[in-house]
């Protein structure tokens, strides 16, 4: 069965650079999927961050791609995101998901997330 | 300044059936083939009970279902019970980018 836990530091300060990361278990991040960021501030609804596929193919919100690095690990079975600049805005928890689909080059559906792991910004 | 709106509440009776849309401005209406739902109960994460409109995963009651006309996807909830309170999301991968709709707060009155 196949789950996703992510991590990250909890808290940190405007202008500063985060990183969280998701760790994959029960399956390989080298599977035919894409690996998806979405997050959701306190109280509002889910934002998509972006979508990696293991061999590199990238996919970012507009919004955030200025700021937004994806990685993948495929040695570790791990998913990184680095989030720079960051402001109060960012405050949200960060989920990690699977962007699967009939076909891996069109992914149309997240179907396992990670429980989700709180960044708060704050000085 | 999300691109599929849904209405903020809907509520109903045990038992009843509800219908929660989710409307876009995206004009290609073949996308909303590919629309997914995720139910999230309060303080968990979401979690994917309809996907590609009308296919159901592994697992989710058949209570739940999906339809499209036009531009407009649906999911319908049949025989409501107090377990389905929750939030909803629609939600369509098209031209490179994953939106979300505005979320629906279901209430079993």
């Known amino acids: 069965q196949l789950q996703l836990q992510e991590s990250g530091p909890g808290m940190g300060k405007p202008s500063e650079t985060l990183s969280l990361t998701c760790s994959v278990s029960?399956?390989?991040?080298?599977?035919?999927?894409?690996w998806a960021w979405i997050r959701q501030p306190p109280g509002k609804g889910l934002e998509w961050i972006g979508s990696?596929?293991?061999?590199?193919?990238?996919y970012l919100n507009p919004s955030l791609k200025s700021r937004v690095t994806m990685s993948i690990d495929t040695s570790k079975n791990k998913l990184s995101l680095k989030l720079r600049f960051v402001t109060a805005a960012d405050t949200a928890v960060y989920y990690c998901?699977?962007?699967?689909?009939?076909?891996?080059?069109?992914?149309?559906?997240?179907?396992?997330w990670g429980q989700g792991s709180l960044l708060t910004v704050s000085s | 300044q999300s691109a599929l709106t849904q209405p903020a509440s809907v509520s109903g009776s045990p038992g009843q059936s509800i219908t929660i849309s989710c409307a876009g401005a995206i004009s290609d209406v073949d996308n909303y083939n590919f629309v997914s739902w995720y139910q999230q109960l309060p303080g968990k994460a979401p979690k994917l009970i309809i996907y590609e409109g009308n296919k159901r995963p592994s697992g989710i009651s058949d209570r739940f279902s999906g339809s499209k006309s036009g531009n407009t996807a649906s999911l319908t909830i049949s025989g409501l019970q107090a377990e389905d309170e929750a939030d909803y999301y629609c939600c369509l991968f098209v031209g490179s980018l994953a939106v979300f709709g505005t979320a629906t707060q279901v209430t079993v009155l």
């Open positions: 998901a699977r962007h699967a689909g009939t076909n891996w080059y069109s992914p149309n559906r997240f179907d396992s």
């Open positions: 990696m596929y293991y061999g590199g193919s990238t």
């Open positions: 029960g399956g390989s991040i080298s599977s035919n999927h894409y």
